[in-house]
């Protein structure tokens, strides 16, 4: 059997739109919510092959998702680096900030796959818990997002330290992008080998850079892990999340040579069909807070997008990931919505 994810990424439509969410596994479902009670660290929790291939599959069986995404977290990386990665309740991610060249010496590759060996662990197991036609996702974080968390300790507004040291110390900065790009290409490498079917690079932090940094802290360290995965696997897709982005996923599509582009849920959907549909697959983009509302207004909503989107390969998502309070039975019926549509 096809899997029609994989296909339609691939630039290969049929006849139904095939869906996935970002966060689709999550804190929204109790079953995760009781597996996540058995482990106290977060970072743990996601190396925990067994933990994590359970909590990828619980919303496959609840609701049939075409594609299942890898449980980890995109902060795994920097974590492998050395950098000490850790969550506290109610405040999100923390990490030593890296600020001065002797705090980048202390990051290496060295120990990075042992470190990280956990996740290729639950990708391996995935591969033969799931479907047949169930894609399965790997992902990583880009190493712009990647930085913003790295260099400011925790996550952040307006990414401030970033941006700084980006203007005040490009050599500095530059290296610790070089070094995302390494271990961050061979990440996604390692999960392919272990049965990923497709991978999403998320640029969660891209908005409202300036055109001139855009090129140097997006455009060019993603189209380096693109050029570097794809010399290692022609066949797998890749898809690129420049959140937030506007206009400026004009030239990420160009010029990255991504497979997909996931839309935030801002863009304009007739603009995205003409200007990105146009060259590849797009992804997306209903509010995540819509669904938390959910009913007509949800249902109504999923069809704009879907009609507006059909006349190329379209791969249903969220715009941002689920919302914790998002109530279940909605995502039932956003799922049943877009399985019965037909282009
Ligand atoms: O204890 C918990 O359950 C914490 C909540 C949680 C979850 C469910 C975190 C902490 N990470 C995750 C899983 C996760 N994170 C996945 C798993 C697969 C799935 O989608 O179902 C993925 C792909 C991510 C990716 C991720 N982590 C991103 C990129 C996507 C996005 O949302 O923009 C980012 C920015 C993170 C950092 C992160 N991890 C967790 C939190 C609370 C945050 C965000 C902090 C912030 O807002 O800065």
């Known amino acids: ?123 391996a197991k995935l591969k033969h818990m799931l479907p047949v036609e169930t894609t399965l996702l790997g992902f990583a974080g880009a190493p712009w997002t990647l930085a913003t968390y790295m260099i400011e300790g925790a996550g952040s507004k307006d990414h401030a330290a970033a941006r700084q040291m980006g203007y005040r110390n490009p050599d500095l900065f530059n290296r610790i992008l070089d070094m995302l790009v390494d271990a961050t290409a061979q990440y996604l490498c390692r999960q392919i080998d272990a049965g990923a079917d497709a991978v999403q690079i998320f640029d969660s932090w891209a908005a409202a850079l300036p055109e001139s940094v855009f090129d140097d802290w997006v455009i060019k360290p993603t189209k380096a892990i693109v ?9 797998t897709p890749i898809i690129g999340f420049p959140r937030l982005a506007g206009l400026q996923h004009i030239r990420f599509v160009d010029e990255t040579g991504v497979d997909a582009v996931s839309l935030d849920t801002g863009i304009s959907l007739d603009w995205a069909a003409a200007e990105l549909q146009s060259k590849v697959c797009v992804q997306g983009n209903i509010d995540p807070h819509l669904v938390v509302s959910g009913g007509q207004k949800m249902v109504g909503e999923a069809n704009r997008i879907l009609d507006a989107l059909k006349h190329g390969p379209h791969v249903f998502n969220l715009g941002h990931g689920f919302v914790p309070e998002t109530p279940p039975e909605n995502v039932a019926l956003l799922s049943d919505t877009i399985r019965n549509y037909r282009r």
């Open 227 to 235: 050029d570097r995965v794809r010399a290692k696997h022609p066949d």
């Open 1 to 123: 059997m096809s899997k029609i994810l994989l296909e339609t990424l691939k630039g290969n439509p049929g006849e139904r739109v095939p869906f996935w969410f970002m966060r689709q596994a999550g804190r929204y479902l109790p079953e995760y919510r009781e597996v996540r009670a058995t482990t106290k660290s977060f970072m743990e929790f996601c190396y925990s092959p067994e933990k994590a291939a359970e909590v990828t599959m619980q919303p496959i069986r609840r609701y049939g998702m075409d594609g299942a995404i890898l449980f980890a977290d995109i902060l795994v990386v920097p974590d492998g680096l050395g950098q000490n990665v850790w969550f506290e309740a109610g405040s999100g991610p923390k990490l030593t900030p890296v600020k001065t060249a002797g705090d980048v010496d202390r990051l290496s590759l060295n120990d990075f796959h042992d470190k990280v060996g956990a996740v290729y662990e639950t990708v």
